[in-house]
């Protein structure tokens, strides 16, 4: 029962324009969302996160948007740069942070310059 | 200040043999996890110490067992390796008992013939 679902197990976007990765959960006990960025042969890193009172929570050229009345979450990468290519994972928590991640499968973002 | 270190970086088992992971934090965190990822799987929690002195089950806890030696070491040990538990382990840690904010070590690729 795959509660946190990253539907797009790879995806190519052309540097300089917008990436957009998305992520979908069922379970309604979760607030807590966050983004982790992983580099191939290292552990994953955390990137942003976004609590479920907010809608939006942006970093730099990255932005997170949370519908809760969807169960999706969507980040933003604006403009996209080859250093961006790598997988990410979207993972998720209840109690705002304070019970343990579930992860996504994760998606494979391409750059090509 | 190296972070996470995880021992070995990669490891052949036959079935049957047992092995222990090593990991080892200088960041003064008090919470440790112990994460496997599997292709199409994402990262699943085995086994979790939310500080010095307890420990733990996850997803997945099933044939493995930990010791948080003290603060700074958490260690993972397959007691008869099977091939199911071909993975990428990964440890991280965290400051305090919550999800934002874990720090991954580089993983350990462990292959189970």
């Known amino acids: 029962d795959q509660q946190v679902k990253q539907n797009s197990p790879s995806l190519s976007v052309q540097e300089g324009r917008i990436s957009i990765l998305n992520c979908d959960y069922t379970?309604?006990?979760?607030?807590?969302f966050l983004w982790y960025k992983k580099y191939p042969a290292e552990g994953p890193t955390f990137l942003i996160s976004?609590?479920?009172?907010?809608d939006k929570n942006e970093d730099g050229r990255f932005t997170v948007f949370l519908n809760k009345s969807a169960k999706h979450l969507s980040l933003h990468i604006v403009p996209s740069q080859p250093g961006d290519s790598a997988v990410y994972f979207c993972?998720?928590?209840?109690?705002?942070?304070?019970?343990?991640?579930?992860f996504g499968t994760g998606t494979r973002l391409t750059i090509i310059p | 200040n190296a972070g996470v270190t995880q021992t070995p970086k990669f490891q052949v088992l036959k079935t049957g043999q047992s092995m222990t992971l090593q990991c080892a934090q200088d960041?003064?965190?008090?919470?440790m996890y112990w994460y496997r990822q599997d292709p199409g799987m994402g990262l699943r929690l085995i086994y979790y110490?939310?500080?010095?002195?307890?420990?733990d089950k996850g997803e997945v806890p099933n044939g493995y067992n930990v010791s948080r030696l003290n603060k700074r070491e958490f260690s993972l040990r397959l007691e008869s390796a099977a091939p199911s538990q071909t993975s990428v382990y990964f440890c991280?840690?965290?400051?305090?008992?919550?999800?934002?904010?874990?720090?991954f070590g580089p993983g350990t690729r462990l292959t189970v013939t």
């Open positions: 991280a840690s965290g400051p305090l008992w919550s999800s934002y904010e874990q720090y």
């Open positions: 379970n309604s006990m979760f607030d807590y």
């Open positions: 976004i609590s479920s009172i907010k």
């Open positions: 993972a998720a928590s209840g109690n705002f942070g304070n019970e343990k991640l579930t």
């Open positions: 960041m003064n965190h008090n919470s």
């Open positions: 110490s939310a500080s010095e002195g307890t420990t």
